[in-house]
């Protein structure tokens, strides 16, 4: 609902002049919270999510306790594929392991398009129910065609994604109809989010940091960019995340993405310097640093600061993340950090106008 949702974060990702610097996490809403241990069943979370109010509640739980900008839907990127009967579940401490993993082209049949209303409308409930509630953007999100892909052809978490890179180059007619289905299907649920009232969407390429620039141009870009421009006229701002993906960088920012996501293996200022003004920059505090301590993640968030220093266009975050054993109370004071900095430091986010009155 326009107008009842404070739009700090919005504003960040338009680039806009904003009075503090907007902050969540990945991952904010999780196993750090004790609250969330409290409400979590056994089993998957693909089960957890079918219960709208249960899912609301652990969505709200983060922005209540950290103050955050921005609430993100308590869901997860396998949802939509586990909807259209693939055969994949989140297994807890190990990730989305299927059954059959996807290996020749008849395994597209296990591929259908995504029908939100029928296949998962606990999903758009939810999203109902929060915006109801929040005071602060809901952001929605979806898997990107690489990193669900790699789930679905590996069958469970990897480190080299060396199937999914065999299937790429042996078989690129099969890979290319396989992440134009996933490109599809993510279009389908981030349009159900969107229309159920998610004012900005993320998504998330957490593992297509594998890939050199030319492939991920070739093999990846074309459906990755296709979302983005099938979700355009939305005008909700769309991020993009990666991890290790800083070789991807400009490649990324071909993609029609308003934001792109950044992990601490780059700083802000080089990601700035590459990309030019546009698009707007997350990040990219390590959540190791926050598991270490306060002292560290107060140092580093303050170099995370520094870096922008106070150029628009900045939504702080994570670099990844949100470690299982971080201590809640140092997310805590980094929201407080942030936020009581960067308003001291009059960030207005016009270039040339320190300390100016925010629009
Ligand atoms: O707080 C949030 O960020 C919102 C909810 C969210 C979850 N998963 C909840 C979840 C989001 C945005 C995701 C996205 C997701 N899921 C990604 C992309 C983000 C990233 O971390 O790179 C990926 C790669 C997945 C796949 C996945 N799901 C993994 C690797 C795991 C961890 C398995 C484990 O238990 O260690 C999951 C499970 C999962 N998704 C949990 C949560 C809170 C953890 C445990 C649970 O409650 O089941």
Known sequence: M?????????????????????????????????EYRAL?????ILDVIRHPELAAEITLQPVRRYGVDAAILYSDIVAPVAAVGFGIDVVPGVGP???QPFTRPADLARLRELEPPED????????????GELEVPLIGFAGAPFTVAS?????????????????????????HALVDRLAAIAVASLQSQLEAGAA??????????????????????PATARIFSALQDWGAPMILFGVGAGGLLDAFAETGADVIGVDWRVP???????????????????????AAGWEPTAAKARDVLDRVGGAPGHVFNLGHGVLPGTDPAVLERLV????????????????????????
């Open 2 to 34: 326009p107008g009842t949702v404070t739009s700090v974060f919005l504003d960040a990702c338009r680039r806009r002049p904003v009075p503090w610097t907007p902050v969540w996490f990945m991952r904010q809403a999780g196993r750090s919270l004790p």
């Open 40 to 44: 979590r069943r056994e089993g998957s």
């Open 97 to 99: 392991v299927a059954e």
């Open 120 to 131: 998962l409308p606990w999903v758009a409930e939810t999203v109902r129910l929060l915006v």
């Open 151 to 175: 789930y679905l052809v590996e069958g469970r978490p990897s480190r080299d994604h060396l199937r999914t890179k065999a299937l790429m180059y042996e078989d690129p007619a099969t890979w």
């Open 200 to 221: 900005a969407v993320q998504v998330f390429d957490s593992w297509v940091g594998a890939l050199d620039p030319d492939d991920y141009r070739r093999h990846v870009l």
């Open 268 to 290: 802000l200022d080089v990601a700035r310097a590459r990309l030019g003004p546009a698009p707007a920059l997350q990040g990219n505090l390590d959540p190791a640093v926050c």
């Open 336 to 359: 407080e950090l942030v936020h009581e900095e960067t308003r001291e430091r009059g960030e207005t986010g016009g270039p040339g106008v320190p300390g100016g009155t925010p629009a």
